[in-house]
């Protein structure tokens, strides 16, 4: 895949504290971010690095953690993001959601361009997985973004859970399609995280199997349009053919992507094989990002890494595939899984 100069998206780390305990996620799997340890960014550098990346021509920030629900500054972040034209990308879970419509009110809930609701299947399978009462105050913001989003702006994000205490079950997909159905949102298939590929294989072949053509028509319907399942089946054929090949490798995470730690360091080539870790500081993004020795060694090595044999995380493949597309309108498609 051929890459660019510019990246396209910028992955902002704002906390790596919370309150969940889901099996799959990576930041929590850290031994530096157990317990509720962890590390906050500061306001002033959240707000330095977002006016550097609209400097930089990055068109996407992805505002995340953790629990980017826990930076208590977040509707102002929002708000400036909308401001400068970044089109701002915030994903959200648990009990925090109901503490912050308390705090905050309604209004943080239209500000994100795209605004992604954790949810795993059922209530009994979500709140197993990440936390007692994290299905309910889900679904209570699902009810406000229902009413205050524009339509096709909201999205359940069904991250797949492979093994015999998984969720590639056609009850937890049912599940999430009827909430998907009463909420007004799309579906947004995740490949999960790790690299169990031919189990997975071997389950999503036998889901998919067993699914009826009412379910598949269900699916169809509930996603709005053939394009968002299409796109989301896309992810699950690239994690089935093994993911990204060494000798044709399709990521350009190190030069589309821009991850910046809560403690304002530059991850690369992205955060889950941190090859490098390159602190910003006082020099700017501009230095770390584009002209720093480190950087310029990762600079055309994505998926060439040897950690990258197989990789499937899907917060660096998609932005990679829009990367290579001129078209802002299909960039947009892509980065938001549609």
């Known amino acids: 895949m051929q890459c660019y100069a510019n990246p396209l998206l910028c992955i ?7 309150g969940g305990r889901c099996r799959h996620c990576t930041v929590r799997s850290d031994v530096r971010y157990r317990f509720n340890r962890g590390i906050d960014a500061t306001y002033d550098t959240v707000i330095r690095r977002i006016w550097e990346c609209k400097e930089l021509g990055i068109k996407f920030i992805e505002l995340t953690g953790g629990d980017p629900l826990l930076f ?7 708000t400036l993001c909308q401001e400068l034209g970044l089109l701002a990308i915030l994903s959200v879970s648990g009990p925090m959601i109901v503490k912050r419509l308390q705090d905050w009110g309604e209004e943080w809930i239209k500000l994100p361009w795209l605004l992604r609701f954790s949810i795993d299947g059922g209530k009994a399978y979500h709140d197993s997985n990440r936390g007692e009462g994290f299905y309910e105050t889900a679904c209570i913001g699902l009810e406000v973004a229902s009413r205050v989003r524009p339509e096709g702006t909201t999205q359940l994000m069904f991250t797949i859970v492979p093994g015999e205490s998984g969720n ?3 009850d937890q997909f049912e599940s999430v399609f009827q909430l998907a159905e009463k909420s007004l949102a799309h579906v947004n298939v995740n490949p999960m995280f790790g690299t169990e590929f031919s189990e997975t294989k071997k ?3 036998e889901l998919w199997a067993s699914l ?6 269900i699916l169809n319907r509930l996603t709005g349009q053939e394009l968002v399942i299409e796109q989301s089946l896309a992810k699950i054929d690239f994690l089935l053919s093994g993911g990204n090949d060494l000798l044709l490798p399709t990521c350009c995470a190190a030069e589309a992507v821009v991850t910046i730690s809560a403690n304002d360091s530059l991850v690369k080539p992205c955060w889950h094989s ?3 870790i390159i602190p910003i500081g006082e020099r700017g993004l501009r230095v770390a990002a584009l002209e720093s020795d480190v950087e310029q060694s990762c600079f055309g090595q994505s ?5 990258c044999d197989g990789c499937a995380v899907w917060c660096n ?7 290579s597309l001129s078209d802002p309108t299909l960039q947009r498609l892509v980065i938001s899984g549609t």
């Open 12 to 18: 902002l780390y704002l906390t790596t504290r919370c």
């Open 72 to 78: 208590e500054r977040l509707p102002e972040v929002l």
């Open 168 to 170: 590639l079950r056609n």
């Open 203 to 205: 389950r999503c072949d």
């Open 212 to 217: 009826s053509w009412e379910e598949k028509l």
């Open 274 to 276: 941190q090859y490098s």
């Open 303 to 307: 998926g060439k890494f040897s950690f």
């Open 317 to 323: 493949l998609g932005p990679s595939k829009a990367y």
